[in-house]
């Protein structure tokens, strides 16, 4: 059974950062996508960055210049930087693999 486990979440100050892992059970071979999406209280899920198997990376236009998805060379653990966070950064964060799995989630608060 496929898992992806997060970490790293947490409270940070705005203009903060924080650095965000998941790492998969899966094998490098099983792997085309990996990515963030952010749910807020009340809203809908979103995309904030993905990093293909190839190593092209996307990004929601609210994180651009703020955020960095990377992966390491194994291809198990991929990273989310978090610079200059922002109150609207708030939400639940959850990685994917392949758009198919998921993992449980983890806060990410922005206050002062």
């Known amino acids: 059974q496929v898992q992806l486990v997060e970490s790293g979440g947490g409270l940070v100050q705005p203009g903060g950062s924080l650095r965000l892992s998941c790492a998969t059970s899966q094998t490098i071979f099983d792997i085309y996508l990996m990515g963030w999406y952010r749910q807020a209280p009340g809203k809908q899920r979103e995309l904030v960055a993905t990093i293909s198997k190839g190593g092209t990376t996307t990004y929601a236009d609210s994180v651009k210049g703020r955020f960095t998805i990377f992966r390491n060379n194994a291809w198990d653990t991929i990273y989310l930087q978090m610079n200059s966070l922002k109150p609207e950064d708030t939400a639940v964060y959850y990685c994917?693999?392949?758009?198919?799995?998921w993992g449980q989630g983890i806060q990410v608060t922005v206050s002062t």
């Open positions: 994917t693999s392949n758009y198919y799995y």
